[in-house]
């Protein structure tokens, strides 16, 4: 940076601080540029949110969102043209239903329905595609040309305009000590700054109707998706409904249960003490190596003694416990509290949650 420039820097700076610490008074706009200025402000915050809620309309998945930028990114780098789309709802609930509309097959009512469910939700993903393009096209891509060039020069020529009213004030406080024409330059570098600022923000607020034609072409692309989704979405109502008559006309099928294998208990030879052996057919679906099992017999205590019937298998976990099985009757010996009972088995003694045994006589009270 010349000389000259430092110094300019250095009387923007400290113009800038005698105006925030010193409470000193610059050179005052007019109130037509501040209105204009005021006016560009709003244009560019609402063109900026507008952007975004757009985009967020089109894709409402922000992982999706997020995912889909960083694989454009990668396609840009790799130099590849076609960009991979945003994955719609519609389309992946459509191969959801498909894939479970093949799993239950051509004879269940409910897996046609969702093969016709799956193929309009699809069709409706298209649709969105189609929207998303057109928005994108006619709406966003118009708006983001917006605010990188025109907005972005507007705050650029502000910019500058602050820059040199800095310049000014500066010099023009200190008349006398600055040569005239160094002041008279700065005066006409200012009022030159604010002529290009006013002119540009003139011409965005001028023109605001290619925005209104902008949004136009949203509200044209919605229409046509909307139109798109209703005669999909009417063909398959069509579609299902007409499975329900077909469905509701055809006579239903009574269940018939199968017949029963039979188990043959005929006489045979005498070979287990006596007592004829079982003989199980060749249809049966016991298999020869299943031997039955015994439930050994268990001692029954006499019930006018305090007792308890077991309702499932209890398997100690812990020293003290007294384990059973399914149909044990144990004395009942002490209730240890609400939940627990002390009691004895085959001659062992020990504790076991009430949950598991029914009583048959209770302890005395």
Request: hydrophobic share 30%.
């Amino acid at each position: 940076m010349s000389v000259a420039g430092l110094k300019k820097q250095f009387y923007k700076a400290s113009q800038l601080v005698s105006e925030k610490v010193g409470g000193a008074e610059g050179t005052k706009l007019d109130d037509d540029f501040k209105e204009m200025e005021k006016k560009v402000d709003v244009t560019s915050k609402a063109v900026v949110e507008v952007l975004a809620r757009t985009i967020e309309y089109l894709q409402p998945n922000p992982a999706s969102r997020a995912k889909l930028s960083m694989l454009n990114t990668v396609s840009k780098i790799r130099g590849q043209v076609k960009n991979p789309g945003y994955p719609q709802s519609e389309g992946l609930l459509g191969e959801c239903m498909i894939r479970h509309g093949k799993e239950l097959g051509g004879e269940s009512n409910f897996g046609d329905a969702l093969l016709d469910a799956g193929e309009s939700m699809k069709c409706l993903a298209e649709v969105k595609d189609s929207l998303d393009i057109e928005v994108k096209q006619n709406f966003i891509d118009p708006l983001q040309n917006l605010c990188d060039k025109d907005l972005k020069e507007i705050q650029h020529h502000l910019k500058k305009l602050e820059g040199r009213r800095l310049d000014f004030d500066y010099k023009k406080k200190r008349q006398g000590k600055i040569p005239d024409e160094e002041l008279r330059q700065a005066l006409e570098k200012f009022e030159e700054s604010k002529e290009v600022a006013e002119t540009s923000m003139h011409n965005l607020l001028e023109t605001d109707i290619e925005q209104v034609s902008q949004l136009s072409a949203l509200v044209d692309a919605q229409l046509e998706y909307h139109r798109q989704a209703v005669q999909i979405l009417d063909e398959l109502a069509s579609k299902l409904k007409r499975r329900m008559r077909e469905a509701s006309s055809r006579p239903k099928r009574e269940y018939k249960p199968k017949p029963r294998e039979s188990f043959d208990l005929g006489e045979s030879e005498q070979s287990n003490g006596g007592f004829p052996t079982p003989k199980i057919s060749a249809s049966s679906s016991f298999r020869s190596s299943d031997k039955p099992t015994r439930t050994p017999s268990r001692s029954m205590p006499p019930l006018d003694q305090p007792s308890c019937k077991a309702l499932y298998d209890f398997e100690p976990e812990n020293d003290g416990e007294l384990g059973f099985h399914e149909g044990d009757i144990i004395t009942l010996t002490n209730q240890i509290d609400e939940n627990w009972y002390e009691g004895m088995l085959h001659g062992q003694s020990g504790f076991f949650p009430l949950s598991y045994v029914e009583v048959l006589v209770p302890l005395p009270q």
